[in-house]
């Protein structure tokens, strides 16, 4: 079952780089306006939810219990939504990659802080030193990435 947990993240990575590329050519065509653009990302992707939910859920029946939730639990569609803006924003000026690995690196090091102090009500998965080591790595590759080429010029 984790094989697949780990092919459907990836999967996830497949759509959010095309989702940036693709909602980027979005914003050029109106306008080069990136908040139109996440608009129509959301409004659709909502849009398709709703069908999904509608067949596959008592969507109704749970939308009648969301005001007894905390206010905080709803916080994910606007993060969702500064995400998507910030691709559409950044991948034309940074490239899909160096905006990606930028991302990636904030979610490491949040997803840590979180898993190890189990804020947001997540179970407690403690920070070791190979998670450590691990995040150091992609922090070299990440510098390997972003300033070989200068390297390699400045040696030769």
């Given at each position: 079952?984790?094989?697949?947990y780990?092919?459907?993240?990836?999967?996830?990575?497949?759509?959010?780089?095309?989702?940036?590329?693709?909602n980027?050519?979005?914003?050029?065509?109106m306008?080069?306006e990136?908040?139109?653009?996440t608009?129509?990302?959301?409004?659709?992707?909502a849009?398709l939810?709703?069908?999904?939910a509608?067949l596959?859920?008592?969507?109704?029946?749970?939308?009648t219990?969301?005001?007894?939730?905390?206010?905080?639990?709803y916080l994910?569609?606007?993060?969702g939504?500064?995400?998507?803006?910030?691709?559409?924003?950044?991948?034309p000026?940074?490239?899909?990659?160096?905006m990606?690995?930028?991302?990636?690196?904030?979610?490491?090091?949040?997803?840590?802080i979180?898993?190890?102090?189990?804020?947001?009500?997540?179970?407690?998965?403690?920070v070791?030193?190979?998670?450590?080591?691990?995040?150091?790595?992609?922090?070299?590759?990440?510098?390997t990435?972003?300033?070989?080429?200068?390297?390699?010029k400045?040696f030769?």
């Amino acid at each position: 079952m984790f094989i697949l947990y780990i092919l459907i993240a990836l999967v996830a990575g497949v759509a959010l780089a095309s989702q940036a590329a693709i909602n980027s050519q979005l914003a050029k065509a109106m306008n080069n306006e990136p908040l139109i653009a996440t608009f129509i990302s959301f409004g659709s992707g909502a849009i398709l939810l709703l069908i999904i939910a509608s067949l596959k859920t008592d969507l109704v029946g749970n939308l009648t219990t969301a005001h007894h939730h905390s206010w905080w639990k709803y916080l994910g569609g606007a993060l969702g939504a500064l995400v998507v803006f910030t691709t559409v924003l950044l991948s034309p000026k940074m490239g899909i990659t160096n905006m990606l690995f930028f991302i990636i690196v904030g979610q490491l090091i949040t997803a840590m802080i979180i898993d190890h102090y189990g804020l947001i009500h997540m179970p407690i998965r403690e920070v070791n030193l190979f998670k450590l080591i691990g995040l150091g790595i992609v922090g070299i590759g990440l510098i390997t990435f972003f300033f070989g080429d200068k390297l390699v010029k400045f040696f030769n």
